[in-house]
Every structure is written in structure tokens, then in C-alpha cells.
DNA sequence: GTCTATACATCGATAGAC
DNA sequence: GTCTATCGATGTATAGAC
């Protein structure tokens, strides 16, 4: 491969990590160029060689932390039963925003007023929230609105744990009672792996 | 009583007003003294006659938007049902999240880097919740770990809302849904209005 | 109480030398 | 590819005249 690409590859390797470190330390939307610049090393106007703008730093980082979930997501393992597959999403999702909320914050929610995500990056967050449904499925839970009201719960959990005890586990040490509580209610057993039968369309021309 | 301390009170009051619209417009932290000041019609150092700092603007907003949740908390109809007053509560605070995601982000999360509301505002913020406690012991639901799990729940539903789906009702139209999954797991219909049994301590030297 | 003037810092971004 | 220099705007806050 072209050593220069690989050479720019690097550098704006570097640059990212330094941006997810002050983001970090000083929050999203504090983050500066000339602070990026003065901890890789550079003067702020060299960094417009990687990245055209700002804005495309944020849409980096975001493409950054979207690909780290789906790629945790996916690296499960595979041949479990379907409530403990479910678990392990919950754990993995919790795990995922609490060991970095700034992270999370980035990808979940809309921090900076004026950066949106590229529809590329987007795409990223649409395929790794998809398995969702499959996971409900394969634990005999169906429907819109239980989906809904899955992502609901746990992002509850994540982001009180987040706001009101950060480091800590008062909630997010609530996941597996939460995840019960959810299953007693929209759980259908006998249906457990099996599709959700197609309604029967038609019908009136059909009796 | 002292008409300057009035018109003083007044003019607080319109800058107040003015730095929400603008905080709604542009984002909590996009506030500047110099837009808040043009739309008063004042210069931006005029406003230091009304508040120390830019910090203490922010301070006396989320004062009111706290101010505004206990209020309205305080004020429903108080000869209910306890199940239905759990629902008016869970209806009230929906509502008031969803109206205004600026003052929810204010009020309940932490948007702006190195402000942090004064004690004294804070302490409405605690009132507030304080009596969820209440409501929920009177429909027979008893413990931290279910009062956690129960502000979760609906956090949830109002964090994706307003990040999601900004002016519809995807998640805030499950509320009620969303309270009766809780209720089926934590409410005890047996102890339903009464105090929850002291647990018999030293049960070993009893017995 | 409100103003002008200003201090002082920081920001994102561009032009052009080397 | 990195630099210096700089633009142009914005930000909070203070001093002092009126």
C-alpha cells in the first residue's frame, strides 16, 4: 500500500484519539482545534490536512464509537439460548455507555447544536441497533411498541447511571431486574423462536 | 413595597424570558449575554445591573424550570386513587419533559461544562422528586431498587422521545403501558397503602 | 441604570511561504 | 505537509462617562 496513506492514516489516527481524550476531559462541545493540534504536536491550521473541518472531526469520532458498538455486538458469542442472548446485549449495551458516557453521548444523543451525522456514519448506528429486533424475537418478544419500549428502559437505566452517580452501579446494577420485569410482561413463551405468524390478509374474501 | 425592587424584579423577569426563547432556539449552550441583550434591548454589559455572571443567568433559569416541575407536581388534584395518581404524576412529568427539552436538559442532565446549579436551586430539584417516594408507596410499590427502576423507566421513555422523535409521541404515548409493566412486577396489592412491615431485627436472639 | 469603550481571550478557517 | 500570519467573528467581563 502507498506509504504516504498509510503515513496520513496514522496521523489522523492520532488526531482522533487526542480528540476523544479532550472530549473527555473537557466535554464534547468544549472541544478546540488549537487543543487537538497542541497535544498531537501541531499548529491548528496543519490539522486541516486530515480533516476538512470541525465538523468532520465530530462526524470521525461518531463513525468511531458507532463502529466500536456494532463490533461488540457482533463479536458475541453466538450459540446461546435466546434470553441469555438477550442479557448479553443488555450487558454489553450498559457496559458500552457507562465505561465511556462522552462516547455514548456522542452517539445516542445530539450534543452539539449544528453537527449531525453523515448519513454514512448514521448507517453504521441503524445496522448495530437492527439486531435488536432480532434478539427480541429469537426471546419471543414481538411488536413495535415492545422494541420501543426495550430501548427505552435501558437507555433510562444508562442515562440516570450516567447523570446522577457516574462511576458508580446504582442503576446500571438494576439491568438483569429490569430485563425480567420487561420479559414477565412482553415475553410470549409458547411463540419463543418461532416467527410471528403472517395475519391472515384478506380475510373477508377468504370466508 | 420598593417600586425599584419591583421594576428590578421585572426586568430579571424579561431577561429570564428572553434567555429561555434563546436557549430554545439556539441551544442551552450556544446562550450568548450579547443575543440575550440585543433582544431585551439592552447592551450586553447592562445586564451584569441584573445578574453577577453569565453562570448565575443559567443558575436563576434552572431555578425556574425546577420551580415550574414542583408547582405543577404540587398542584394536581390530591383525592385520587393511588394508581391513578401515579399515572397523573407519570402523565405530568412526560408532559413537562417533552413541552420543553431545553428546560428537561437543564433541569435533569448536565449540558453546560463547569456550571453546576447553587445548592439552594438544587434543593427544589430534590423536593420535587422527593415525593415520588410518596406516590408510589401509596400504590403499594416499596424499596430503593423499585423507586430507581421506576424514574428509569420513564427517564427512558422521555430521553428517546424528545432525541428521536422531537414533537410526536412514539415513546411518550407508551407511559401508561410502561407503569402498567411496572405495576405488574412491583406493586403489592395486599400491602397497597399501608407502611411496609418493620423487618424484625436481631431475629437471632429472638428466636 | 444604562451607556460607550475596551480589555482580553478563544474560536474556526484561509492564504501563502517554505 | 507543516508552518507563520492573519482574518473576522464571538465570547465574558470591567472601567468609567453620563
Redesign the pocket.
Known sequence: MDT?AV??DA?RARILETAWKLARRDGLGA?????IAQMV??????L??YFP???AIYDAMYADGASQLAAALAHRPTATEPVERLRSRVRLFVDFCTTDPIRYQLVFERPIPGFEPTRESFEITVKALSSTRADLDAAGVHGKRALDLFRALFTGLVSLQIANDPGGQRWSRLQYEALEMFLARYANPARAGRRKPRPAKMAATLT
Open positions: 504516504r503515513r496520513r496521523s472541544l478546540s482545534l488549537h487543543a504536536g501541531m499548529r491548528a491550521p496543519s486541516y490536512t473541518s470541525k465538523n
